[in-house]
């Protein structure tokens, strides 16, 4: 199974919406979101999209959902949080591969350090907005039971779609 964690891109600044989990992308944001997808598809073709019910990752979201010509994008509410088993179970129970699978931080970093390591805390890592890493594993994903294939920075992927 492969699995692709995506942080949401920039959203507006903390304080400007009415809560934390509706603040949406900036124009910013979403112009640089939609060129990282463009350099993104020339790594991986995700065939499902599970993302956190929060407005500037489904936003996200759904700029992925676009460029990959998919079906609508999964609400998953374990990724607006730190539940990861729940997290790896919504993927599995997709049967799809790759899952893209988008969110925040410190969550994200610490759901790959969960599949690589066992452990949230298992190594240091963190994601910058719009920044993407493939995860791989024999059969179902697990804790500890995956191995990173690629981890991106999102200016990286504005460059691949120059290229």
């Known amino acids: 199974m492969e699995l692709l964690l995506v942080r949401h891109a ?7 919406a009415a809560n934390d989990a509706e603040r949406p992308l900036t124009a910013e944001g979403r112009a640089r979101m939609e060129e990282a997808a463009r350099g993104l598809a020339r790594l991986v073709t ?5 993302s956190s019910p929060w407005l500037r990752a489904m936003e996200t979201a759904e700029i992925l959902r676009e460029r990959f010509r998919l079906g609508r994008v999964r609400a998953c509410e374990a990724l607006a949080g730190a539940d990861y088993d729940a997290v790896i179970e919504a993927a599995n129970e997709t049967d799809a591969s790759p899952v893209a699978l988008v969110g925040h931080e410190p969550w994200m970093g610490e759901l790959l350090a969960y599949l690589l390591c066992g452990d949230p805390a298992g190594m240091a890592v963190s994601f910058k907005k719009g920044g993407a890493a493939l995860v791989r594993s024999a059969g179902e994903a697990r804790a500890g039971g995956c191995w990173l294939e690629w981890f991106v920075p999102p200016g990286v992927l504005r460059r691949l779609a120059r290229a």
């Not at 920039?10 to 400007?16: D, L, M, P, Q, Y």
């Open 46 to 50: 995700p065939q499902v999209i599970l």
């Open 10 to 16: 920039i959203a507006v600044e903390r304080g400007t």
